[in-house]
């Protein structure tokens, strides 16, 4: 899941801003609740004579403007300074991490949103949600899963948190506890696609191909057309020992999607069990064309095109990989016999 899309979940950002602009009751001097006396008066001796100091309110306004013109650098200086001053308030944390993750710096925005929910009153299911996600994005998928739990328990209406969870879980091989997490997404939102393609995920890898088939078919009803249902199908079918069913999955999907690395080694592998492997080298070769620093496609290409008594080709193409770091081809170039 990528596998969990970041993309997703930026749009909370703008939302955050937006949300905190509206808010009523008056403003709040800028401290958070949790920050002591001593605090509030370092920040006013460290400010500039006779500067003005905005309230966080203020702050996230000016950030705002910035953020739909997408001028980030001057919308993160506004929030450097901020957080300077206020380094215990959860709000400027949690904006300054989603504008971190709005220029791809996800290890940083992870720190900031841990950090916001290390001062932030109460349970926040969202914004758990929203630190999960860092998390796995920056592979910590143990992080994540504690985030969606907390997530999870905070509102166990919200089908997202068991469902994302349940991935995470997947991911830890922690197949049981999966299962049971599916079954609560399950509940709360029956119509969702992705339930049943994790569960078909569960069974491919336990290899209970009926299970998996089964579940995969009720994505594919949801979501007919979905590239990443189909391309799950077609492992299943191939894992199954239907390759020609696999091809026709495969070669049904759009152009974009066969930029996938998974779906070009699939249906090479698919072409290679019906005995064309002719057609699985040209179908790798032409990825390993289009993507010409990948050390594994090229190793790849070189291996079905050795498979396809190419030889000449074989040797060009593993010298490409082995030029290109990969570990194995110098050693798989040794075993071949000299031309």
Same mark, same amino acid.
């Given at each position: 899941m990528i596998g969990l899309v970041v993309?997703?979940?930026? &749009?909370?950002? #703008?939302?955050? =801003? !937006? $949300?905190k602009t509206l808010i009523g009751g008056g403003e709040r001097t800028g401290i958070g609740s949790q920050e002591s006396a001593e605090v509030q008066t370092r920040a006013g001796e460290d400010a500039p004579k006779n500067a003005p100091i905005q309230t966080i309110e203020q702050v996230l306004e000016s950030v705002q403007v910035y953020v739909s013109a997408q001028e980030f650098e001057p919308a993160t200086a506004i929030l450097r300074e901020a957080i300077g @001053?206020?380094? /215990?308030?959860?709000?400027? @944390?949690f904006a300054m991490g989603g504008l971190l993750m709005m220029t791809e710096e996800f290890e940083q925005a992870y720190e900031q949103y841990a950090a916001g929910l290390e001062h932030d009153e109460g349970v926040n299911p969202e914004m758990q949600f929203t630190a999960g996600t860092l998390a796995n994005t920056i592979d910590q998928p143990e #992080? $994540? #899963?504690r985030h969606y739990q907390i997530a999870m328990e905070g509102d166990p209406d919200n089908a997202d948190y068991p469902l994302y969870l349940a991935n995470i879980q =997947? *991911?830890?091989?922690? /197949?049981?506890? !999966? *299962? !049971? &997490? #599916?079954?609560?997404? !399950? @509940?709360? &939102?029956p119509d969702r696609a992705m339930v049943y393609a994790t569960w078909a995920k569960i069974g491919l890898r336990q290899n209970k191909l009926s299970i998996a088939k089964s579940q995969v078919q009720k994505a594919r009803e949801l979501e007919p057309y979905a590239p990443e249902w189909m391309i799950l199908e077609a492992n299943i079918q191939k894992r199954d020992g239907n390759p020609e069913r696999a091809i026709e999955l495969l070669s049904a999907l759009p152009q974009a999607a066969m930029e996938d690395p998974e779906a070009v080694r699939l249906l090479a592998e698919s072409y290679g069990m019906i005995g064309q492997p002719a057609d699985a080298a040209s179908r790798m070769v032409d990825y390993a064309s289009a993507n010409s620093d990948d050390a594994k496609a090229a190793f790849d290409a070189a291996v079905w095109l050795e498979r396809a008594k190419l030889r000449e080709d074989a040797v060009l193409w593993g010298r490409r990989a082995r030029d290109l770091g990969h570990p194995s081809a110098q050693r798989w170039l040794d075993t071949l016999p000299e031309l």
């Open positions: 993309g997703a979940v930026v &749009s909370v950002v #703008l939302i955050f =801003f !937006a $949300a @001053r206020y380094p /215990l308030d959860a709000d400027l @944390r #992080l $994540a #899963l =997947f *991911k830890l091989n922690q /197949l049981d506890q !999966a *299962k !049971a &997490s #599916l079954a609560i997404a !399950a @509940r709360l &939102s």
